[in-house]
């Protein structure tokens, strides 16, 4: 019987770690510091809006872990001893392991910008950062929000819940201008705006100001403006947490190298989730900061663990967010400029809040990108896999549509 022991306890580690025991007796331990319990870390923003309690995030009841037979440890790994294949504890305990997962995910990424550490600045990714941020905001009237994407647009609306007028600052001329073309971009534009959010897009932090405390005040842009704010969110993405793995000498990149089985270079530790740079074919990597894909990590690396060498296959490309109240799905390949060779139908519904694209080649339909608009994720995936034409597609839509609301559309979609 070995003992397996995974860093971090995200969906990632967590889905791994239940794999396992599904078909194993092996000893598991989970080490983490940030919560004594799993939590849903994608509903952190409901619990300031005040629609959840911390405890609501847990999806697992306390006694689901003892019932699992899976030891929660809440500490800090400060050492991976390789060597006597051990952790070293922050408390002081030593942890010796068989087979280690390492699933420390991410953290907030800050540019570089002077001033950017004044009292009242702050990323937003863990339940400490959650808590700072209820403390900061605390009878504010005016926040800042640098950069846009997911968290920037789910900061502005914590803040909009609270009453705390917004300034939103996009570095791209269009929301989000990296992932999403610019129809599905003015769409959100105009959906955060009328949200009372001053979304300011081509513009850029050049320096944050501090009053005499040292707190936030200001920020000046590039273009020499000073937009006032008691605090200010930094949305600008997340970079791998490889602290550890750089310290205990195990090879890293942006983020923990491994393999297509997950495996780093030394025996028997693994790194997944959001840490994880996996080298692809043609000398490049790829690093996965989703949920959905976190969750296939696991799964695949504990398939591995078991006995059974599986190569990771990300499939089909999908994700979800919302936007306010606009749902947001995602499927295969939608770039925000087309590519040789590449077309696309898109349809946008007469009240501005609704919209569909479907990408396609000569060779059939490659990906999809919805607003407002749910498909149902089998249908999507297969029709990419299979490579169907654009003219099959809109002939069989209505197999697609989630909500049973095509037939009353009123042509919008044809």
Excluded at 225 to 234: K, N, Q, S, V
Excluded at 238 to 255: E, L, Q
Excluded at 275 to 291: N, Q
Excluded at 340 to 364: A, K, M, N, W
Aim: charged share 20%; hydrophobic share 35%; net charge negative.
């Amino acid at each position: 019987m070995r003992n397996i022991v995974v860093i971090g306890n995200g969906i990632a580690g967590v889905t791994a770690a239940l794999r396992i025991r599904s078909r194993s007796n092996d000893t598991i331990t989970m080490v983490s510091d940030e919560s004594d319990y799993f939590f849903s870390r994608t509903a952190l923003m409901y619990v300031f809006m005040g629609q959840m309690k911390l405890p609501h995030l847990k999806p697992y009841e306390d006694k689901f872990w003892r019932e699992q037979d899976i030891a929660l440890v809440r500490d800090y790994v400060e050492y991976i001893d390789t060597t006597s294949t051990s952790l070293q504890l922050r408390s002081g305990r030593a942890l010796r392991y068989d087979v280690l997962i390492i699933a420390t995910g991410s953290r907030s990424y800050f540019p570089d910008w002077p001033g950017s550490n004044a009292h009242g600045t702050q990323g937003l990714y863990s339940i400490s950062d959650l808590s700072t941020m209820e403390t900061q905001t605390h009878g504010i009237r005016h926040a800042a929000v640098v950069g846009g994407g997911l968290i920037g647009v789910e900061a502005a609306e914590m803040l909009h819940s609270r009453g705390i007028h917004s300034t939103m600052l996009v570095r791209d001329p269009h929301y989000w201008g990296n992932v999403l073309p610019p129809e599905e971009a003015s769409i959100i534009e105009r959906h955060i705006r009328a949200h009372g959010v001053d979304l300011r897009t081509s513009a850029q932090p050049q320096q944050f100001l501090a009053d005499s405390a040292g707190r936030v005040r200001a920020i000046r842009t590039t273009d020499g403006e000073e937009i006032p704010c008691e605090f200010a969110l930094i949305a600008t993405g997340v970079r791998p947490n490889c602290t550890v793995a750089k310290m205990s000498g195990i090879p890293c990149n942006r983020g923990v190298l491994v393999d297509e089985f997950f495996r780093t270079t030394i025996p028997h530790i693994y790194a997944i989730g959001d840490c994880a740079e996996m080298a692809i074919a043609g000398g490049s990597s790829r690093i996965e900061p989703l949920w959905y894909a976190a969750r296939a990590h696991g799964e695949t690396v504990a398939e591995t663990i078991l006995g059974i060498p599986t190569r990771y296959d990300p499939g089909v490309f999908f994700n979800s967010a919302k936007f306010f109240d606009i749902e947001y799905q995602t499927y295969g390949v939608v770039r925000p400029t087309a590519a040789p060779g590449e077309q696309s139908l898109y349809r946008e519904h007469p009240d501005g809040r609704r919209c569909i694209r479907i990408v396609f080649t000569e060779t059939g339909v490659s990906g999809f990108n919805l607003l407002g608009v749910r498909f149902r994720h089998n249908v999507c995936r297969c029709w990419i896999e299979e490579r169907r034409s654009i003219e099959y597609v809109m002939a069989h839509l209505n197999e697609a549509d989630f909500d049973g609301e095509f037939s009353g559309n009123g042509g919008w979609l044809q």
